[in-house]
Each structure stands twice: as structure tokens, then as C-alpha cells.
């Protein structure tokens, strides 16, 4: 309430909070009274409160992301993503090597990928078959033959697959194919796509969208949760801001406020974060010291011939030595590179 609040005003906050069925507490305070609210079971719609007489602002304390906050379930979730090759962990202790290429090209590509990634100690192949661009023009994904191409990939090399859905009917035959479904930073705030991954059967990777902020990336993972899919995976890639040198500015401090506030995993991506080569292995690196549940990353055996995202994918030997560093960092802090 304000300083000059009157008590007639601080009854008649008090009797509007009640007429809700609702509990409040008056503080008082030597300059100021507060009240505070309890008996709620969801969001209160505190903008009829704060217009009233005597209200200086109204806080909502709780969370309205129930089932993707940490305040209902304070053990961190472990997702178990089953590969051929058994299960991989994302979260706990457990930190998740995704790579691969940014987009299927085509079967020769990804095959000879997918065998760098997996020598070099990976379980879980990333690769679009359909590729949310910017521009009409540019290179869309190959579709369908795209997935199949990973279906052989799982086949042959026994590894997870992690793909993304552009929509309801792409996420249909995407969720045939994947062990993981993605959902790009475009789609973070495509609310039918994401009621559709709260029906899946299968463990969603959900990006933060590219000006979200984490309540709102956190109400995107409530909806696909409220749906009954539990098994989702954050993924931190980058957020615009000024900063003009590197394609989008990676928040890392994301990983220890997401760990605060819910219960749920949160990879990190630093080839969308940086957008350039030269910078993916340092910020990878300063991800898994934050405490990343995993890194996703963009690899290419001949990036300067890629179809999407060539300047940001790093060569196989960089990854191997990604995944040599990235186990000794973990270890540092505790985790284990699964
Ligand atoms: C991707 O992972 O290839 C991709 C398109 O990422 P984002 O949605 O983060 O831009
Ligand atoms: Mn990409």
C-alpha cells in the first residue's frame, strides 16, 4: 500500500481479496502496510487490486508456470532418451553431446557426419529435414526423403535422432523418425505446435525464442507440459541484442537462473549463439562450466559447401576436441558428459 494509505483503504483491499475466498495477511510495516494473499491455486488477476484506492503496486510472488517450476518439484528432471545404442541422459549430472549438421543434405553427408559424431564419443545426431529459414529463397530442408535419410542414420550408426517439426503436420511424420523432437526459436511461441509436442510420445528439445524472456520461455515448455508430456528439454541459443559482431548474444547466465526457477534440463546451443566458428568452442567450453545439461552443436565435414549455417559448423576434429575438453570441464563441476 502507499505511505498515506488510509486503514479504510487497506479494509477495503482486504475485503476484496476475501470476497475471492482468499486468505490475506496484513503487514505492517513503520512507513508502510503490505498484504499479502495466500489460498490461491492459480494466477490471481491482480489488476483490479492495483487500481484500488491506496495500492502502490501489486507482485505476484508464485510462478504461473506450475508444472515447469522448480517451487512443485524440486528435484532437477533427468530425461532418458532411448537410442539404439541405449539411453542418454540430459540433466542431474548428466550433460547431453548433440551434433551434427544444421540441415539433412543428403545421404552421403550425413552418413559421413554422422560417423564423425559418433567416433568421436556422441550418442545423439542432430539434423533438420525441414529448416525454418528467413527467406523463401533459401534452402527449405529436404522433407520426407530428409527423414528418411535419419531413420538410416539410426540404423546404421545406432545413434538418437534430434529433429525438427516446422508444424503439426511436419511434427506428425517427425515424431515417427525422432527420438528427440525440436522445436525451433521461431515456433518457441506457436501455441498449437506446442500443444500438438505436449501429445507427443516423445521428448521435446524446445528452443528459446530469439526475444523471449525465460517466463516466457518457461510458459512455452507449461503448455507443452499441460498437454502431458513431461520430457522437455530447454535449449539456450542465443538472444538478439545490440551486439553486432556475433549473429545473436548467448545469455549463459540463463543456465543458472533457468536451474533456479524450474526443475527441467537446459542445453546450450553456441552455434546459433555466436553464429561463427571461431567462437563456438569457447562459449561451448563456458556452457558446460556454467553447468549446461549438454551442448547442441553444428558440425559439417565441408562447411564452406553446406546448404544452411556453413560459417557456424564446426569440422569433425573440432568436435572431437569439443568432446575431449568438455568431459575433463564437466568432470570440474561434478557432471559427467553422457
Ligand atoms: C537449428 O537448430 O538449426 C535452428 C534453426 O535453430 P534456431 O531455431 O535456434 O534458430
Ligand atoms: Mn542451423
Redesign the pocket.
Known amino acids: 500500500m502507499e505511505t498515506r494509505a488510509t486503514d479504510e483503504q487497506i479494509r477495503a483491499v482486504c475485503e476484496r481479496i476475501a470476497s475471492r475466498s482468499l486468505q490475506t495477511h496484513v503487514v505492517r510495516g513503520s512507513l508502510r502496510t503490505a498484504i499479502a494473499v495466500t489460498g490461491n491455486s492459480g494466477a490471481i488477476d491482480i489488476g483490479s487490486l492495483e487500481s484500488m484506492p491506496g495500492v502502490l503496486e501489486c507482485t505476484a510472488v508464485s510462478k504461473p508456470y506450475k508444472l515447469a517450476g522448480r517451487d512443485a518439484h524440486p528435484e532437477s528432471t533427468v530425461i532418458h532418451i532411448s537410442t539404439p545404442l541405449g539411453v542418454a541422459a540430459v540433466g542431474g549430472r548428466s550433460v547431453a553431446m548433440i551434433a551434427g549438421p ?1 540441415a539433412i543434405e543428403s545421404r552421403e553427408q550425413a552418413f559421413t557426419i554422422a560417423e564423425c559424431v559418433k567416433a568421436a564419443g556422441a550418442r545423439l545426431f ?1 539434423g ?1 529435414a525441414y ?2 529459414r528467413t527467406s523463401p529463397y533459401s534452402f527449405q530442408g529436404l522433407g520426407e526423403p530428409g527423414l528418411k535419410i535419419l531413420r538410416e542414420v539410426r540404423e546404421q550408426f545406432g545413434l538418437g535422432i534430434v529433429t ?1 517439426a516446422v508444424d503439426q503436420e511436419s511434427l506428425d511424420l517427425v515424431e515417427v523418425v525422432a527420438d528427440v523432437i ?1 522445436i ?3 515456433s518457441m511461441q506457436n501455441f498449437s505446435l506446442l500443444k500438438r509436442a505436449g501429445r507427443a510420445r516423445k521428448p521435446i528439445l524446445l ?1 528459446r525464442g530469439m526475444s523471449a524472456t525465460l517466463d516466457e520461455f518457461l510458459m512455452a515448455a507449461e503448455y507443452i507440459m499441460a498437454e502431458g508430456n513431461d520430457a522437455v528439454i530447454l535449449c539456450e ?1 542465443g538472444v538478439r541484442t545490440f551486439n553486432d559482431h556475433t549473429r545473436n548474444t548467448l545469455d549463459l547466465s540463463a543456465i543458472p537462473a533457468i536451474h533456479r526457477r524450474s526443475h527441467l534440463p537446459i542445453i546450450v ?1 553456441p552455434s ?1 549463439g555466436t553464429g561463427q566458428r571461431r567462437n563456438v568452442l569457447p562459449l561451448a567450453r563456458a556452457a558446460v562450466a556454467a553447468g549446461a545439461d549438454g551442448l ?1 552443436v ?1 558440425v559439417h565435414h565441408a562447411p564452406e559447401a553446406a546448404l544452411s ?1 556453413g560459417r557456424q559448423a564446426i569440422l569433425p576434429a573440432e568436435f572431437a576436441q569439443l568432446m575431449a575438453e568438455g568431459r575433463e570441464i564437466a568432470a570440474v563441476i561434478g557432471n559427467t558428459l553422457s
Request: net charge positive.
Open positions: 544444421c542432430r533438420g529448416k525454418p525438427e525440436q525451433g526459436a521461431r528452443k541459443r546451443d546459433h547442441l553444428e549455417d
